[in-house]
T-cell receptor, first 116, second 110 residues
Framework: SAVISQKPSRDICQRGTSLTIQCQVD?????MFWYRQQPGQSLTLIAT?????????ESGFVIDKFPISRPNLTFSTLTVSNMSPEDSSIYLC?????????????FGPGTRLLVL | EDQVTQSPEALRLQEGESSSLNCSYT??????LFWYRQDPGKGPEFLFT???AGEEKEKERLKATLTKKESFLHITAPKPEDSATYLC???????????FGTGTRLQVFP
């Protein structure tokens, strides 16, 4: 299994500012996923990040709002830009299990963001 | 359209009272169905992956089963520490993106 860490674990931010969330994995992975989980809701995929290529964003999410970096096979960042209270959520990093068959996705502990 | 529906939304059980959670899905070719447990304020924790109808997997008091249209997570003699939200997700054919249900919030009282 993969061990994933995220920084920060939580933050309180003012509207109009930006926050960068870091995701570190203990092994090399091809695909990394960023999710948002709003209060009381399930997980919504923001984007998929492959090393060496631009992130692929899901409908409703744009690069200007959620820029993603993927500099190597163990690390990624997600920035939440120009924040508003509606961005208050838990942001989760996730990676595929290793191997040819996708057996599961592992999730990090999440970053709890509150925007005032 | 690929879709996952979980029921009930919330379930309250007495300790030792067995029950089942349901995950119904509509998907264009199922590559896998995943169950996760999520504690408040934490990321989802992987429980099981099921690949084909008829498959079953067990872990302690939990057993997951799969048919062509739904999956059940059976909880036998639950304990208060089993209290959590249980999430179901499917992986359709020709994609690497999971589709999640909205979860069942389970509370087990002593």
């Amino acid at each position: 299994s993969a061990v994933i860490s995220q920084k920060p674990s939580r933050d309180i931010c003012q509207r109009g500012t930006s926050l960068t969330i870091q995701c570190q994995v203990d092994s090399q992975v091809t695909m990394m996923f960023w999710y948002r989980q709003q209060p009381g809701q399930s997980l919504t995929l923001i984007a998929t990040a492959n090393q060496g290529s631009e992130a692929t964003y899901e409908s409703g999410f744009v690069i200007d709002k959620f820029p993603i970096s993927r500099p190597n096979l163990t690390f990624s960042t997600l920035t939440v830009s120009n924040m508003s209270p509606e961005d208050s959520s838990i942001y989760l990093c996730s990676v595929d299990s290793s191997g040819a068959v996708k057996e599961t996705q592992y999730f990090g502990p999440g970053t709890r963001l509150l925007v005032l | 359209e690929d879709q996952v529906t979980q029921s009930p939304e919330a379930l309250r059980l007495q300790e030792g009272e067995s029950s089942s959670l349901n995950c119904s899905y509509t998907v264009s070719g199922l590559r896998g169905l995943f169950w996760y447990r999520q504690d408040p304020g934490k990321g989802p924790e992987f429980l099981f992956t099921l690949y084909s109808a008829g498959e079953e997997k067990e872990k302690e008091r939990l057993k997951a089963t799969l048919t062509k249209k739904e999956s059940f997570l059976h909880i036998t003699a639950p304990k208060p520490e089993d209290s959590a939200t249980y999430l179901c997700a499917v992986l359709p054919r020709n994609t690497d993106k999971l589709i999640f249900g909205t979860g069942t919030r389970l509370q087990v009282f002593p």
